[in-house]
């Protein structure tokens, strides 16, 4: 019995802050949409808590849960994009850089308010504590793991599209015809190249590499400006 409360305390602490990080992200895209002036996502009902209506059973399920199965060094995901219609924007490439930036923006500003929120802990029990603890700081790397990851300037990804928005035409369309192709170059870095390498006998996965400092050093600064320094 002990060990079945275990795990349920345990997945609870991962799933809860998984679903905030998930779904705000989502309702971010669409909300900001909607305020720049298209209300595709708002009638399709995209501008929701709910996440049910954000979930991808390939992307939020298949993808993180195979990663899990081979034990890959990195876990990645997605969610049901939410539609946009960026000729709908008065201005489309400006607009859609700050469409895209909403998503990791609010998994930031998540990361943050978690941070600030251990300030709470004490107030607790130890159990309940103990369990408010586990989600806040899963919640910290969930979300910093979303927000670092989206903000890679490699269409389809929010950074991505920030990148089209902002560079000058020329390189803006030359980086946008890689989005056809940008889910099968991250799921050969992620997972084909350190799949092939650990059958080789060797360790080789750059993204991670590359990525897990950066998130590292962002929760250091967080937890400093939350005031947890020392």
């Known amino acids: 019995m002990e060990s079945i409360e275990s795990f349920l305390i345990q997945a ?7 679903l905030f990080a998930i779904t705000l992200h989502e ?24 996440p049910l209506r954000h979930i991808d059973p390939v992307g939020t399920v298949l993808v993180p849960g195979a990663l899990l199965l081979f034990k890959a060094p990195f876990l990645f995901g997605w969610a049901k ?13 400006r607009d ?36 408010l603890a586990m989600n806040l700081e899963n919640a910290i790397f969930i979300n910093l793991i979303l927000f670092v990851f989206n903000m890679m300037p490699l269409p389809p990804l929010d ?27 991250l799921l050969i870095f992620l997972l084909a190249l350190p799949l092939a390498a650990r059958t080789l006998g060797y360790e080789f996965n750059p993204l991670a590499e590359m990525l897990w400092p950066l998130i590292g050093s962002l929760q250091d600064i967080l937890l400093v400006l939350a005031g947890h320094s020392g």
């Open 12 to 18: 609870s602490a991962w799933i809860l802050p998984a």
């Open 27 to 50: 309702a971010a895209h669409g909300w900001a949409a909607w305020k720049l002036g298209d209300d595709t996502a708002l009638r399709l009902g995209r501008v929701s808590f709910n």
């Open 81 to 93: 994009p939410v539609p946009v219609d960026f000729w709908r924007l008065p201005n489309p490439r």
């Open 96 to 131: 859609m850089a700050l469409v895209a930036i909403a998503g990791p923006g609010v998994n930031l500003a998540q990361a943050y308010v978690a941070a600030l929120l251990f300030h709470l802990i004490p107030y607790f029990g130890i159990t309940v504590g103990g369990w």
């Open 159 to 185: 950074g991505g599209r920030v990148a089209v928005g902002l560079l000058p035409l020329p390189l803006a369309r030359l980086l946008a015809r890689v989005e056809p192709y940008g889910m099968v170059i």
